[in-house]
Nanobody, 124 residues
């Protein structure tokens, strides 16, 4: 059983930065692609970023390209989302997700493991 624990959210002013972390249990972390999704009030959960199991390949939704960076430390079973130049429209609950496949996906249906979510609020 894989468990994911998200952390690092908070309240920040527009233009500020936050780093989210997701700690995973299990001995097969390096073979699991990981992703970050977010859900704003009244909206569906949407893809933000994903990374391959070996960390070499990443992909982002267009609205965060150049501002967010996903990375992972397989020795620590942890994936990160560095968020810079935050905007009010980035406000949402952010969820870490994992899948039993080393290749990333942008589809939430491809992920079988989810963190509990961490709130990110960006004030204008």
């Amino acid at each position: 059983q894989v468990q994911l624990v998200d952390s690092g959210g908070g309240l920040v002013q527009a233009g500020g930065s936050l780093r989210l972390s997701c700690a995973a249990s299990g001995r097969t972390f390096s073979s699991a692609a990981m992703g970050w999704f977010r859900q704003a009030p009244g909206k569906e959960r949407e893809f933000v970023a994903a990374i391959s199991g070996n960390g070499y390949l990443t992909t982002y939704t267009d609205s965060v390209k150049g501002r967010f960076t996903i990375s992972r430390d397989n020795a620590k079973n942890t994936v990160y989302l560095q968020m810079n130049s935050l905007k009010p429209e980035d406000t949402a609950v952010y969820y870490c997700a994992g899948r039993r496949n080393p290749y990333y996906s942008r589809s939430r249906g491809e992920y079988g493991y989810w963190g509990q979510g961490t709130q990110v609020t960006v004030s204008s």
